[in-house]
């Protein structure tokens, strides 16, 4: 059981907005940076958010991550199909190790 | 272009060695972490730890500290992760990255390496 605590499944149609959370602690989210990764099927993960709300160069806008306290947010707008995938939150742990969520798996209706 | 290319699937016996390994081209080898990340079949992500080859600083998540080796060869731009003694709950795809953004050594792997996967089984 991951000590990052996501949402199975999220879902939403094409056009919306969608968020998934991550929940932590003081050790791991309430003290550090929180990343965002997505996963297509069969493929490497990309990280979509780094430091909390940045974006990597080529990431579009539509995705937006937040953090308050010890937890943090990730959201998709003007939701696509090809962002169906799964979602893996990650933060640096004072146990000397960064600790990944369970993963979110984003359905588009 | 930042690449990480990591070696072929592997077949392996319980019991057995293996080390898989990642090749890096296209930025600094040496300045820059890299890491391991395990996914076993069906589940979510997992860091393993990661290696600075400028110095050869290694850190380990206490989940796999004494289980696997990590190391790097900087004279050929490759990292290495390495098994002495293979058991087959090690059946995992393994990622190489490079943590390139946010807070250093414990920052974000921007790029990643296709996937190596071990299978391990009697």
């Known amino acids: 059981q991951s000590v990052l605590t996501q949402p199975p499944s999220a879902s939403g149609t094409p056009g919306q907005r969608v968020t998934i959370s991550c929940s932590g602690s003081s050790s791991n989210i309430g003290s550090n940076y929180v990343y965002w990764y997505q996963q297509l099927p069969g493929t490497a993960p990309k990280l979509l958010i780094y430091?909390?709300?940045q974006r990597p160069l080529g990431v579009p806008d539509r995705f937006s991550g937040s953090k308050s306290g010890t937890s943090a947010s990730l959201a998709i707008s003007g939701l696509r199909s090809e962002d169906e995938a799964d979602y893996y939150c990650a933060a640096w742990d004072d146990s000397l190790s960064v600790l990944f969520g369970g993963g979110t798996k984003l359905t588009v209706l | 272009e930042v690449q990480l290319v990591q070696s072929g699937a592997e077949v392996k016996r319980p019991g057995e060695s293996l080390k898989i390994s990642c090749k890096a081209s296209?930025?600094?080898?040496?300045?820059?972490?890299i890491g391991w990340v395990r996914q076993m079949p069906g589940k979510g992500l997992e860091w393993m730890g990661i290696?600075?080859?400028?110095?050869?600083?290694?850190r380990y998540s206490p989940s796999f500290q004494g289980q696997v080796t990590i190391s790097a060869d900087k004279s050929i731009s490759t990292a290495y992760l390495q098994w002495s003694s293979l058991k087959a709950s090690d059946t995992a795809i393994y990622y190489c990255?490079?943590?390139?953004?946010?807070?250093?050594?414990?920052?974000?792997?921007?790029?990643w390496g296709q996937g190596n996967l071990v299978t391990v089984s009697s």
């Open positions: 990255g490079r943590l390139g953004l946010g807070d250093g050594s414990r920052g974000g792997f921007d790029y």
């Open positions: 296209g930025y600094s080898f040496t300045t820059s972490w």
């Open positions: 290696i600075y080859p400028g110095d050869s600083d290694t």
């Open positions: 430091n909390n709300n």
